[in-house]
């Protein structure tokens, strides 16, 4: 059996080797904490997504929301829209249907709308006569009509704010009429006159 010594030899391998193993092992800490830091990262980075993907889906939930309510507000929207176009239509009938001339004027006297009688009589069509002047369509006139031969029903009831009846002749394409002319005022909500509902009805032969 031979027996071994001990040598300096020895104490320097064996001092290399637990420096060696130390080396390692600070490595493997530092592969340690790595890890934990990159599963903490990984956790935190799931969380964010989870949060985001929750973030999302309520946005997604919102949005279906409003769609359904701006949906269901254009529907009504479109029911009311024909509603108020047959509503329009039926009145529109109506006054179509009446003998008596009737139009819509504004406080400058010109002419917003007229029924279809108006627009026979004096041969003109709808999109013609918005901003034509009442006295020049019906009197063939330059200014308002005025006393004493055409007293101005407009005129007097912005005078007077009263609904008013005068006797007119009316020239037109078809010949002269003399007509019984009503005005009446239509008020705002302050009770200010802003148009006036004009009615002319014939009360004797056309003269030609």
Known sequence: MKIRIKTE???????QLIS????????????????FGFNRKDKELKECVKGLEERVECRTFAER??????????????????ELFRTKQFLENIVNGITEQISL???????????????????CKMEEIPGSYCYAVTHNRQSPCQSPHDTC???????????IKEIHT???????SLLEVSAYPIKDEKGEIVEFVHIARNISVVKS
Do not use: C, Y
Request: no cysteine; hydrophobic share 35%.
């Open 9 to 15: 030899d020895d104490d320097q391998a064996k001092k």
């Open 20 to 35: 060696k193993i130390n080396s390692l092992q600070a490595q493997v800490d530092k592969f340690e904490k790595m890890k």
């Open 65 to 82: 929301i409003i769609n359904k309510q701006l949906h269901g507000e254009i529907e009504e929207r479109k029911k009311l829209e024909s």
């Open 105 to 123: 004027v504004s406080k400058d006297f010109k002419i917003l709308w007229a029924n279809k009688t108006f627009l026979d009589q004096f041969d």
């Open 153 to 163: 029903p407009v005129a007097k009831v912005l005078e007077t704010g009263m609904p």
């Open 170 to 176: 009316h020239h037109g394409p078809k010949g002269d």
